[in-house]
T-cell receptor, first 112, second 114 residues
Framework: SQQGEEDPQALSIQEGENATMNCSYK?????LQWYRQNSGRGLVHLIL?????REKHSGRLRVTLDTSKKSSSLLITASRAADTASYFC????????????FGSGTRLLVRP | SQTIHQWPATLVQPVGSPLSLECTVE??????LYWYRQAAGRGLQLLFY??????ISSEVPQNLSASRPQDRQFILSSKKLLLSDSGFYLC?????????????FGPGTRLLVL
């Protein structure tokens, strides 16, 4: 079943601009994670934010988490053409399986 | 360092034929292992996960099965493939910690059933 839902489904921006993607989920979570997927490739783990954290940074990435609204956002600052990819949020179960439920993703196109 | 291997990269199989996809992990012990399927342009659907040798949990009813004969080996199988089994299959692992660890994915196998 779908847990995370990303918004927007697709985003096209100019190089140098910031890109913001949002994710909503339905149930209680252990943590929320963001992944990147280049076309036809495996997923790359970008950043993990725990349920007791509100904001986290990693290089040009900034993730926020609002557990009261069951939502998260991923901000990519000063985007580059190489950031073109699909981005997925995933929520981790509260149990020890650490299984993830993925959203449907946001396709980001950064125009040079 | 930890690495994860999947093969083959691409597979074309006729309807009704069997399937065996293998995933192996190096550089870690006792990982949780996962099989996902991704339809074109969609998110990932969790198919199976395993927390130990011989322990398999199925997330969705389907035509596939999974096995974990060794600690770092995870196999996805089918006795008879259906057209609807076409997709991109991804294996992933994570190590149990108190804080939760992001999953790390293999390169995937693209399966086309004709």
């Amino acid at each position: 079943s779908q847990q995370g839902e990303e918004d927007p489904q697709a985003l096209s921006i100019q190089e140098g601009e910031n890109a913001t993607m949002n994710c909503s989920y339905k149930t209680s979570i252990n943590n929320l994670q963001w992944y990147r997927q280049n076309s036809g490739r495996g997923l790359v783990h970008l950043i993990l934010i725990r349920s007791n954290e509100r904001e986290k940074h990693s290089g040009r990435l900034r993730v926020t988490l609002d557990t009261s609204k069951k939502s998260s956002s991923l901000l990519i600052t000063a985007s580059r053409a190489a950031d073109t990819a699909s981005y997925f949020c995933a929520t981790a179960a509260m149990d020890s399986s650490y299984k993830l439920i993925f959203g449907s993703g946001t396709r980001l196109l950064v125009r040079p | 360092s930890q690495t994860i291997h999947q093969w083959p990269a691409t597979l074309v199989q006729p309807v009704g034929s069997p399937l065996s996809l293998e995933c192996t992990v190096e550089g870690t012990s006792n990982p949780n292992l996962y099989w996902y399927r991704q339809a074109a342009g969609r998110g990932l659907q969790l198919l199976f996960y395993s927390v130990g040798i011989g322990q398999i949990s199925s997330e969705v009813p389907q035509n596939l099965s999974a096995s974990r004969p060794q600690d770092r080996q995870f196999i996805l199988s089918s006795k008879k493939l259906l057209l609807s089994d076409s997709g991109f299959y991804l294996c992933a692992w994570s190590v149990r910690t108190s804080g939760g660890v992001g999953q790390y994915f293999g390169p995937g196998t693209r399966l086309l059933v004709l």
